[in-house]
């Protein structure tokens, strides 16, 4: 009989909680307990939940299969995972793009020394976007790739909007430019400036007495956010906000557009629409979760990418019963 998976969440935010979410959907994982940097006793989730203090981490050595880690990319993980990888198998969702090489590398020193696994920068892209371009490209190598994202929500772009001076709340989505979509979805390999792919619209609560103008000029021309893309920026009422903007959908596309033989066009397309972004993510880490328990108990160590999983051992079904029933 399969032995239940233990999983342990470290941060409790939006993802820690879709996390919580999906491993009750996964009868062969349970939940041992989450970790914060609050105070435990003050924190609640479903009923029977165990919430443990960060620093109480080691107590659970041995005890805990999987540790998925759901805290930030910016200064959480860079810190966290190489040192929760000396003590656990972990699973998480690194997505700064530059930098995984070098994530990558001091995940792998700690994992390998350690003897546990680790797979790094799971979820949807990086995950399973990752994915699709490396399967279109191996299959289409005369061609060209395109990753659009949205419409969603953008929460660094968010961020980026609330800081500026007399913006009380907002809200900023990222928007793929439909016409360029259909272009490619022809047949067409355009080459392609960031302001052609992507629309950013911005909705904004201003402060009482605020100078819009002064707002919208400044977060048109924010450098390494709007600058580089066409931006609006939409005034609307607290109300408005909480109403119509408190969700968090977000998704896209991958498409490479290729030829085979002698120029016969081939188009391969992978796409999500996702009306909660940190609760699909989280399904995402729980099924690599699995995957990487079970690379685990056949003495793999390390770091691994998605690239390195066997398909199969995302699912909890048998060899079997996968070829029976999907192959």
Same mark, same amino acid.
């Given at each position: 009989? %399969?032995?239940?998976?233990?999983?342990?969440?470290?941060?409790?935010?939006?993802?820690? =909680?879709?996390?919580?979410?999906?491993?009750?959907?996964?009868?062969?994982?349970?939940?041992?307990?989450?970790?914060?940097?609050?105070?435990?006793?003050?924190?609640?989730?479903?009923? *029977?939940?165990?919430?443990?203090?960060?620093?109480?981490?080691?107590?659970?050595?041995?005890?805990?299969?999987?540790?998925?880690?759901?805290?930030?990319?910016? @200064?959480? /993980?860079?810190?966290?995972?190489? +040192?929760?990888?000396?003590?656990?198998?972990?699973?998480?969702?690194?997505?700064?793009?530059?930098?995984?090489?070098?994530?990558?590398?001091?995940?792998?020193?700690?994992?390998?020394?350690? *003897?546990?696994?680790?797979?790094?920068? @799971?979820?949807?892209?990086?995950? /399973?976007?990752?994915?699709?371009?490396? /399967?279109?490209?191996?299959? !289409?190598?005369?061609?060209?790739?395109?990753?659009?994202?949205?419409?969603?929500?953008?929460?660094?772009?968010?961020?980026?909007? =609330?800081?500026?001076?007399?913006?009380?709340?907002?809200?900023?989505?990222?928007?793929?430019?439909?016409?360029?979509?259909?272009?490619? =979805?022809?047949?067409?390999?355009?080459?392609?400036?960031?302001?052609?792919?992507?629309?950013?619209?911005? #909705?904004?609560?201003?402060?009482?007495?605020?100078?819009?103008? $002064?707002?919208?000029?400044?977060?048109?021309?924010?450098?390494?956010?709007?600058?580089?893309?066409?931006?609006? +920026?939409?005034?609307?009422? $607290? $109300?408005?906000?909480?109403?119509?903007? %408190?969700?968090?959908?977000?998704?896209?596309?991958?498409?490479?557009?290729?030829?085979?033989? $002698?120029?016969?066009?081939?188009?391969?397309?992978?796409?999500?629409?996702?009306?909660?972004?940190?609760? #699909?993510?989280?399904?995402?880490?729980?099924?690599?979760?699995?995957?990487?328990?079970? !690379?685990?108990?056949?003495?793999?160590?390390?770091?691994?990418?998605?690239?390195? !999983?066997?398909?199969?051992?995302?699912?909890?079904?048998?060899?079997?019963? /996968? =070829?029976?029933?999907?192959?």
């Amino acid at each position: 009989m %399969q032995q239940t998976i233990k999983l342990g969440i470290v941060g409790y935010g939006n993802l820690g =909680r879709g996390v919580e979410k999906a491993i009750r959907q996964n009868p062969d994982m349970e939940l041992t307990a989450i970790f914060t940097r609050r105070q435990p006793e003050q924190m609640s989730g479903a009923e *029977g939940v165990r919430f443990e203090h960060i620093s109480a981490i080691e107590q659970y050595k041995g005890i805990i299969d999987v540790m998925i880690l759901c805290g930030g990319s910016a @200064t959480d /993980l860079p810190e966290q995972t190489p +040192v929760i990888a000396r003590m656990f198998n972990t699973v998480d969702s690194f997505d700064t793009h530059a930098k995984i090489p070098e994530f990558y590398e001091a995940v792998n020193a700690a994992s390998v020394e350690a *003897g546990t696994l680790s797979i790094i920068s @799971t979820g949807w892209d990086p995950g /399973l976007f990752s994915l699709n371009r490396l /399967l279109a490209e191996a299959i !289409l190598p005369v061609g060209t790739d395109y990753t659009f994202w949205g419409k969603g929500v953008s929460q660094g772009h968010s961020d980026a909007i =609330r800081r500026v001076p007399g913006v009380k709340a907002g809200v900023q989505y990222t928007v793929p430019v439909e016409e360029v979509i259909d272009r490619i =979805r022809a047949g067409e390999t355009p080459e392609l400036a960031t302001r052609e792919k992507h629309l950013r619209q911005c #909705f904004v609560v201003a402060e009482e007495g605020a100078n819009k103008e $002064e707002i919208t000029s400044t977060i048109v021309n924010m450098p390494n956010y709007f600058s580089d893309y066409d931006t609006t +920026v939409t005034f609307i009422t $607290e $109300e408005q906000l909480a109403a119509e903007h %408190q969700g968090m959908p977000h998704g896209g596309f991958v498409i490479r557009s290729g030829i085979t033989g $002698e120029g016969t066009k081939q188009i391969i397309e992978f796409g999500l629409k996702l009306e909660s972004n940190p609760e #699909f993510t989280a399904s995402v880490l729980v099924a690599c979760a699995r995957a990487g328990h079970r !690379l685990s108990q056949e003495g793999s160590k390390g770091a691994k990418t998605i690239f390195d !999983l066997p398909i199969g051992y995302l699912s909890p079904k048998s060899a079997e019963q /996968l =070829r029976r029933e999907l192959l």
